[in-house]
């Protein structure tokens, strides 16, 4: 088990989380700064339009969606398509392709080796965070949500890393990708609702975003927290994550295979 060589990428993925430590615990602080603006933004709101819920949702449920939203979009989040580009564009990508390694089994093992230590840290700042809010009064809990939440939460890990592994393989086609790759990030931002529940676009919208990916990597999980889901609508939820994460894989398999026909390295 120690010689297994996608073990040892796991490890390097955790070691390379920590590798500049003050950078790693500024991220950390810093992603917390957005949340709290977030909670006081919904006070305000709720405080002045005077109604008991607002887009479906009441205050503790709101409250609970913004901490959880950007818990979430913390612990699925990416960054490798970038390093990615990279290896395409530098020609680093070849030295994977005479070792007997799978790029893409590489890639997975490495991104879930940085989120092992990233994953606790963050989500016991979200449980003290949670836990204020809850002694304040403003919110509540129930078991059986929590763990609908922990159900759903490796699904929406997988799905958006096989929705940037797919994006990544553009970099086969378009020399300077980062621009795109970041407005992509963007979009995709707002369409898995880590900036706001999906309902402010409206019935429309909203209805359309259900119909992507992107809502079952923050949108889905964290309503299955707030209670807006019953058992049986989050076990439908956790399926369709599978399904598309299924359909992804396959995609990006074949953007892969196109592109590589497309890859040229010279030098060593």
């Known amino acids: 088990m120690r010689n297994n060589k996608y073990v040892k990428v796991l490890q390097l993925g955790m070691q390379n989380e920590m590798e500049y430590r003050a950078n790693y615990?500024?991220?950390?602080?810093?992603?917390?700064?957005?949340?709290?603006?977030?909670i006081f933004l919904w006070l305000a709101v709720f405080g002045s339009s005077g109604q008991a819920r607002v887009l479906g949702y009441s205050l503790p449920e709101m409250l609970v969606y913004v901490v959880m939203a950007g818990v979430t979009g913390k612990l699925i989040a990416t960054g490798f398509e970038y390093e990615i580009a990279t290896d395409i564009k530098e020609g680093g990508l070849a030295k994977f392709m005479v070792q007997p390694v799978h790029y893409f089994a590489y890639r997975f093992c490495r991104f879930i080796g940085g989120k092992v230590i990233q994953?606790?840290?963050?989500?016991?700042?979200?449980?003290?965070?949670?836990?204020?809010?809850?002694?304040?009064?403003?919110?509540?809990?129930?078991?059986?949500?929590?763990l609908l939440y922990i159900l759903a939460l490796p699904g929406a890990l997988v799905l958006n890393f096989v929705v940037y592994y797919a994006l990544s393989g553009i970099a086969f086609w378009v020399t300077e990708s980062a621009g795109l790759f970041y407005t992509l990030?963007?979009?995709?931002?707002?369409?898995?609702?880590?900036?706001?529940?999906?309902?402010i676009f409206g019935d429309v919208?909203?209805?359309?975003?259900?119909?992507?990916?992107?809502?079952?990597?923050?949108?889905?999980?964290?309503?299955?927290?707030?209670?807006?889901?019953?058992?049986?609508?989050?076990?439908?939820?956790?399926?369709?994550?599978?399904?598309w994460i299924v359909a992804l894989a396959a995609l990006s398999r074949w953007v892969w295979q196109a592109g590589v026909k497309r890859f040229v390295s010279v030098g060593g």
């Open 25 to 38: 615990w500024l991220q950390m602080a810093g992603f917390m700064l957005p949340i709290m603006t977030q």
């Open 205 to 243: 919208l909203a209805r359309l975003f259900s119909l992507l990916p992107f809502s079952y990597t923050v949108f889905f999980p964290v309503n299955a927290l707030t209670g807006k889901l019953t058992v049986l609508e989050a076990a439908k939820g956790i399926g369709v994550q599978w399904l």
């Open 119 to 146: 994953s606790a840290v963050v989500l016991l700042a979200a449980a003290i965070l949670l836990l204020c809010l809850s002694l304040e009064g403003q919110i509540s809990f129930g078991l059986s949500y929590i």
């Open 185 to 199: 990030s963007l979009v995709i931002y707002v369409a898995s609702g880590t900036v706001f529940p999906l309902t």
